[in-house]
């Protein structure tokens, strides 16, 4: 488990929710499976890696266990048993983070090197940006590395001096007597912060803390089919880690604007389309808007209100594979409201032609009623 970190596996943040976990699994399992990369000899090294991430992030106990130590307890024993092994932790490190301060031989080190923090922001799109993808530039707010100090806090010009209460190691030991005996605790220095070093003259541009406030700009390119909610990470353009350790990334949540007419629902497009009682009743032909411009679209004679017609592949492309989905067009009749003299009496003579009462009560639709059930 060495060097194996399940949350760069899968693209999220350590405070990532069970349910980002489980949208991530599934959009990188779709992507990475070999059965839908048969000529990628890397995807099903990749599709395990997922699997092994998902693993530990999806279990609370193992999600915890790795928080902790880095590690989740499925690790085997390497041939040289328990003395042999390579865990990546060490009796050591263990009771220091079970009674002092969590660090290990090398806490000043640890304490001095910390990865930056994540930064996440929102992009808004338009509907048709969300389903084409586009290329936007972005900012963001973050501490950035001091170009003054280079990242040590230190006047230009100027060096870090070891701390003379801990001797450079970032901790210092605290005895207590207890019942069950002598207990040395490892504390963080208070004098150096865990740094081992102070800082005798601090950068005036960043008074000592090696990071300033900054606006980065950024160009992405934003993929065809994202949605509500989709993230999309910039690696290492999040915070700036200390001493230069690494730069957090960069999360870009999109949302997505509404469309005039088109509703999308997952990879499908939908549409509903109004018609008239003629044209319902005789066929039409009808020019329906899509994505990709208008398309004919025939309603056969005698079409009912909520018909459904489909426009194979114009709907949104799928983000994790490829191809389309579909635009799904309702057929809906308008009835009219109001009717002039025209319209009233070209329905009642195609009413009489039909053999309807539109004037009077019509008593034989009761009577037919009344016969057929009558007879159960």
């Known amino acids: 488990m060495a060097g194996f970190d399940p949350y760069s596996i899968l693209g999220v943040g350590r405070d990532a929710t069970p349910e980002e976990i489980k949208k991530a699994y599934r959009n990188l399992a779709r992507k990475y499976h070999p059965d839908h990369n048969p000529n990628d ?4 090294e990749k599709f395990k890696d997922v699997k092994k991430a998902y693993d530990i992030l999806s279990e609370p106990s193992k999600r915890q ?5 880095g590690f989740t307890g499925d690790e085997q024993p390497g041939a040289g048993g328990f003395g042999g092994g390579n865990f990546g932790f060490n009796f050591e490190d263990i009771f220091d983070t079970m009674f002092g301060d969590g660090f290990g031989r090398s806490g000043a080190a640890q304490q001095r090197s910390r990865r930056g923090a994540d930064v996440s922001i929102t992009l808004s799109l338009t509907f048709e940006e969300a389903i084409f993808g586009t290329e936007k530039e972005v900012a963001a707010r973050v501490l950035a590395t001091c170009e003054e100090c280079q990242g040590t806090g230190a006047k230009n010009g100027t060096e870090l001096s070891k701390c003379s209460q801990c001797n450079g190691s970032g901790r210092i ?6 019942i069950l005996g002598r207990i040395v605790q490892p504390r963080v220095c208070p004098k150096c912060s865990g740094a081992g070093t102070v800082i005798l003259q601090p950068c005036p541009n960043c008074r000592g803390q090696g990071r300033v406030e900054a606006t980065i700009r950024k160009k992405i390119n934003i993929p065809a089919g994202v949605d509500n909610g989709t993230r999309l990470r910039v690696s290492g353009a999040g915070h700036a880690g200390s001493n230069g350790s690494p730069a957090g990334d960069l ?3 999109i ?3 509404q469309h005039e007419y088109f509703e999308r629902k997952g990879q499908h497009i939908y549409l509903t389309v109004p ?6 009743a005789m066929g039409v032909e009808l020019e329906v808007p899509t994505l990709d411009g208008s398309r004919r679209l025939k309603v056969p004679a005698g079409t009912g209100s909520g018909s459904v017609f489909r426009f194979h592949g114009k709907g949104v492309p799928n983000l994790n594979r490829g191809g389309r989905g579909d635009q799904v067009v309702t057929v809906e009749i308008e009835v009219p409201k109001r009717l002039n003299p025209e319209q009233r009496e070209a329905l009642r003579k195609y009413a009489k032609a039909s053999g309807e009462t539109v004037e009077n009560v019509d008593n034989s639709l009761a009577n037919r009623l009344k016969k057929v059930f009558g007879r159960r």
Do not use: H, P, R
């Open 41 to 44: 000899s890397t995807a099903e």
């Open 65 to 69: 266990q790795y928080d902790n130590y």
């Open 173 to 178: 030991q605290t005895v207590q007597n207890t």
């Open 251 to 253: 999360y870009i949540v």
């Open 255 to 257: 949302n997505v604007g």
């Open 275 to 280: 018609i008239g009682l003629a044209q319902s």
